[in-house]
T-cell receptor, first 115, second 109 residues
Framework: SAVISQKPSRDICQRGTSLTIQCQVDSQVTMMFWYRQQPGQSLTLIATANQGSEATYESGFVIDKFPISRPNLTFSTLTVSNMSPEDSSIYLC????????????FGPGTRLTVT | GQNIDQPTEMTATEGAIVQINCTYQTSGFNGLFWYQQHAGEAPTFLSYNVLDGLEEKGRFSSFLSRSKGYSYLLLKELQMKDSASYLCAVMDSNYQLIWGAGTKLIIKP
């Protein structure tokens, strides 16, 4: 199994600013994902982070608002740009080997509050 | 559209058995997952079913019927630490996970 770390674990930011979240995995995974989770709700996929190329975004999420980098197999960043209070959420990264049973391993999450 | 349904909340007694159901309608199927998520923590993988039938792993078992678009997670000998949310997720034809809203399980002594 993969161990995934994220930082920061939490932050309080002012509206209009940007925050970059880092995700590091301890082994080579072929796939990395970024999710958002509102309190008490399920996970919403923001994008799939692709190594060395542009991320694949889900409906409702755009690169200008959530730029993602993945310079190598084990590291990715998600930036939440021009933040508003509606961006307050938990942001989770996950990794998967791409082989059966295809389970995703999650980082501990970043709790973001925008004031 | 793609849809995963599971109960919002369930309550059970310590030492008892509880079954959490999940029904799904997705574009393609490459397996069904159950994850456990304690409050304030990340989801952790519990089980994976890709073929019909029951998979048992200690106190937890997961069942799948692909023809019915149905799965359940069975938890036996419930312990207080089992209080958590249980998320059902289906991998669609693009190998993307479609997540249910989760079932909050409350264990009472």
């Amino acid at each position: 199994s993969a161990v995934i770390s994220q930082k920061p674990s939490r932050d309080i930011c002012q509206r209009g600013t940007s925050l970059t979240i880092q995700c590091q995995v301890d082994s080579q995974v072929t796939m990395m994902f970024w999710y958002r989770q509102q309190p008490g709700q399920s996970l919403t996929l923001i994008a799939t982070a692709n190594q060395g190329s542009e991320a694949t975004y889900e409906s409702g999420f755009v690169i200008d608002k959530f730029p993602i980098s993945r310079p190598n197999l084990t590291f990715s960043t998600l930036t939440v740009s021009n933040m508003s209070p509606e961006d307050s959420s938990i942001y989770l990264c996950s990794g998967a080997t791409g082989y059966e049973p295809y389970e995703q391993y999650f980082g501990p999450g970043t709790r973001l509050t925008v004031t | 559209g793609q849809n995963i349904d599971q109960p919002t909340e369930m309550t059970a007694t310590e030492g008892a058995i509880v079954q959490i159901n999940c029904t799904y309608q997705t574009s393609g199927f490459n397996g069904l997952f159950w994850y456990q998520q304690h409050a304030g923590e990340a989801p952790t993988f519990l089980s994976y079913n890709v073929l019909d039938g029951l998979e048992e792993k200690g106190r937890f078992s997961s069942f799948l019927s692909r023809s019915k678009g149905y799965s359940y997670l069975l938890l036996k000998e419930l312990q207080m630490k089992d209080s958590a949310s249980y998320l059902c997720a289906v991998m669609d034809s693009n190998y993307q996970l479609i997540w249910g809203a989760g079932t909050k399980l409350i264990i009472k002594p």
